[in-house]
């Protein structure tokens, strides 16, 4: 069974620029997150997509935004990028949103902004 | 305000020797907890998880504890190896809708 990939590995831009992630969860599984983590601190929770809508975010400004496809892959796309937009971005997929499914977790996105 | 500490911040311990990771948690209401392993570069990966009736989980030389009454977790890795250098988060979900909280992390380093 494929897990979770994300792409592209590594993203470089600078400040101001638009950046897009892209993630494509496990097959059979409808949610999937989003969370930064930025160097030296946990996890933080963007967005979560589930049946291709937005259920749920956290803390961050609107210019941090994403979609589900039908298919279920999703992309998180950041605009207006800042220094502190540097960090990884991890996508996790589970087969449901409840609390009681697994996520899991892609290998990330390492964006830096220059 | 539902938060997850864990302690301590980073630990380094010789090859073969056994430690214990502490999470303390505040999260309610509870629904289960689970222990990531975040290899470095990696995403993280699941290790155990437990809800509130369960007590003890193992999954091979990781042994999780959960005390309900005191929120509080234990993550016991025995015969330690190299390759359990990384960082090992604590997550705690609760029962309305999607919440999950997340530690910041034990960093461990096993040196020969």
């Known amino acids: 069974e494929a897990g979770v990939t994300q792409s592209p590995t590594h993203l470089i831009k600078t400040r101001g620029q638009q950046a897009t992630l892209r993630c494509s969860p496990i097959?059979?599984?409808?949610?999937v997150y989003w969370y930064q983590q930025a160097l030296g601190l946990g996890l933080q929770f963007l967005l979560w997509y589930d049946e291709g809508e937005e259920r749920n975010r956290g803390n961050f400004p609107p210019r941090f935004s994403g979609r589900q496809f039908p298919n279920y892959s999703s992309e998180l796309n950041v605009n207006a990028l800042e220094l502190e937009d540097s960090a990884l971005y991890l996508c996790?997929?589970?087969?449901?949103?409840?609390?009681?499914?697994?996520?899991?977790f892609g290998d990330g996105t390492r964006l830096s902004i220059l | 305000k539902n938060q997850v500490e864990q302690s301590p911040q980073s630990l380094i311990i010789l090859e073969g020797k056994n430690c214990t990771l502490q999470?303390?948690?505040?999260?309610?209401?509870?629904?289960?907890l689970r222990w990531y392993k975040q290899d470095t570069g990696r995403g993280p990966v699941s290790l155990t998880i437990m809800t509130f009736s369960e007590n003890t989980k193992s999954n091979g030389r990781y042994t999780a504890t959960l005390d309900a009454d005191t929120k509080q977790s234990s993550l016991h890795i025995t015969a330690s190896q190299l390759s359990d250098s990384a960082s090992y988060i604590c997550v705690v979900s609760t029962t309305s809708g999607y919440a999950l909280n997340f530690g910041k992390g034990t960093s461990l380093l096993v040196t020969p």
């Open positions: 097959s059979g599984h409808t949610s």
């Open positions: 996790a997929s589970s087969s449901s949103g409840y609390s009681n499914q697994p996520q899991h």
């Open positions: 999470c303390n948690y505040t999260v309610s209401p509870f629904s289960n």
